[in-house]
């Protein structure tokens, strides 16, 4: 069985980063196993981007270690971390632009080692469940905001990650369109086995859509449990929550 058809799970211990003086990330275990979407929330600031930076191999933690199913891949670089099986997108959507969309989602494919015809199957599949399928030629960049995360999206699919990362994919559309985006986020896990994180800022939208929800605060887990565990908890309301 290959690496990434394995059944498993991307974890990290006591893991602390620091940029000059501020402390980001400070004593936090984490856990994403292959069968859930786990949600990932806190205020901004809170270091949700750094802990995907250092599950992804982005950020060097200054103390701490991460793993992929059992092996440590704490020092390994985001390229290597990527052809393992895990996968991300970012905050910021990154495309290519002057590529057309099939291009940008081939690109995944590829980069992680298939070959162009393998590529170009893989790249019709991912697009055909993200609803990308009847824009393969159209420019990335002549698209609406939407769809370019979409894109983002379909070329992390694109690499077969047994793990996909989505740093607050439905940031800047409309409620419909993020609502419609977690559902495609629900298929995604189905259709294609891989566990799923996500970070959103959009409570209702998590907590419909995950298994189990982790909450930082100033580089802290403050809660971790079922969304309505979390939900409860008071430490979450006053950090986070507030009166919603
Ligand atoms: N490269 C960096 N250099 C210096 N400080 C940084 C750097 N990256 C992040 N920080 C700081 O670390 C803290 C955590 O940032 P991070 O981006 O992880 O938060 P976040 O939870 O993703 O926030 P948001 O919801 O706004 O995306 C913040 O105080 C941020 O300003
Ligand atoms: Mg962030």
């Known amino acids: 069985m290959s690496e990434q058809a394995a059944p498993g799970r991307v974890s990290a211990r006591n893991v602390f980063v620091h940029f000059e003086g501020l402390t980001a990330i400070n004593d936090v275990d984490f856990v994403l196993h292959r069968a859930e979407i786990l949600g990932l929330i806190g205020p901004n600031g809170a270091g949700k981007t750094t802990l995907v930076n250092v599950l992804?191999?982005?950020?060097?933690?200054?103390?701490?270690r991460v793993w992929?199913?059992?092996?440590?891949?704490?020092?390994?670089?985001?390229?290597?971390?990527?052809?393992?099986?895990l996968a991300r997108t970012f905050q910021s959507v990154r495309l290519f632009h002057g590529l057309s969309v099939l291009e940008n989602v081939e690109m995944g494919a590829v980069g992680c080692g298939d070959g162009r015809r393998a590529g170009r199957r893989k790249a019709y599949e991912v697009m055909a469940t993200l609803a990308l399928a009847e824009l393969a030629d159209a420019r990335a960049d002549a698209l609406p905001y939407g769809l370019e995360r979409r894109i983002g999206i379909a070329r992390a699919l694109a690499t077969s990650p047994a793990f996909l990362l989505l740093d607050e994919p439905a940031a800047g559309l409309n409620e419909a369109e993020a609502e419609d985006l977690m559902h495609t986020i629900a298929s995604i896990h189905r259709d294609f086995g891989c566990g799923v994180l996500v970070i959103e800022h959009n409570v209702g939208l998590i907590m419909g859509l995950c298994d189990r929800v982790q909450v930082l605060d100033q580089g802290q887990t403050i809660a971790i449990g079922t969304p309505e565990e979390v939900q409860r908890n008071p430490a979450v309301r006053n950090a986070y929550l507030g009166s919603a």
């Open 56 to 64: 992804t191999g982005f950020q060097r933690p200054a103390a701490g």
């Open 68 to 85: 992929l199913n059992e092996r440590e891949t704490t020092t390994w670089s985001p390229h290597r971390i990527a052809r393992a099986g």
